[in-house]
Structures are given as C-alpha cells and as structure tokens.
C-alpha cells in the first residue's frame, strides 16, 4: 500500500515562510503528477500548485510569485515553499499523487492524499 506523509506546517507570522514536505513510500514504480491542495475553514479545498514527473508546474493565481513547488524523484517527496504567508493562506495544505503502484496482479495507477497539516498565518 502506498502512504503519504506531510511534514513541515505550524504557526508563522504574516511575511513569513514555511516548507511543506509530502513524502510518499510503498511499492511505488513511478510516480507522475504531484500537487497541492488547501482548505480553509469553512471553505472548499482549492488547488495551490502542481507539479509534472517532467518539472511542469502550475500555480494558482493567489500563490503565484510567493510559493515554490519542487519534487525529488529520488525520494519521491514533494515540497511546497511558502513565503510572503498572509492571514488568508491559513489552511489546512494537502499532499496529492498520482502514483504507479507495484501489485501482485501487475501495477496499478491510483490516486492518494496525505492526511494534511495545518499552516497558521497569524501575528
């Protein structure tokens, strides 16, 4: 089985950075898009930034020149570099991949999220 793991959120006040990290371990083969996602109180989760298995990436207009989306395919982690946080960015961030899972049948592509961590701009 294959799990996700996030690291790396907490308490920062506004103008300040955090690095989130997403590690995914199992009997991954490969994995192809990584993302991602936050979602606030009372609000739906949205997309923060996405990253292709060939260093794509995408942004969401709100995080666009403040956040930095990475991977190491090696570690098959993924890193989400936040600067210039701002109240509004308080939200719980969610990792997710697309991963190509080694099975007994063959592999299998399926789809996973971490557990999320929470990110708190406040002074």
């Known amino acids: 089985q294959v799990q996700l793991v996030e690291s790396g959120g907490g308490l920062v006040q506004p103008g300040g950075s955090l690095r989130l990290s997403c590690a995914a371990s199992?009997?991954?083969?490969?994995?192809?898009?990584m993302r991602w996602y936050r979602q606030a109180p009372g609000e739906q989760r949205e997309l923060v930034a996405s990253?292709?298995?060939?260093?794509?990436?995408n942004y969401a207009d709100f995080v666009k020149g403040r956040f930095t989306i990475s991977r190491d395919n090696a570690k098959t982690t993924v890193y989400l570099q936040m600067n210039s946080l701002k109240p509004e960015d308080t939200a719980v961030y969610s990792c997710?991949?697309?991963?190509?899972?080694?099975?007994?049948?063959?592999?299998?592509?399926?789809?996973?999220w971490g557990q999320g961590t929470q990110v708190t701009v406040s002074s």
């Open positions: 990253i292709s298995s060939s260093l794509n990436t």
């Open positions: 997710n991949m697309n991963v190509i899972s080694q099975r007994n049948s063959g592999t299998a592509l399926r789809n996973y």
């Open positions: 199992g009997n991954i083969v490969s994995i192809t898009n």
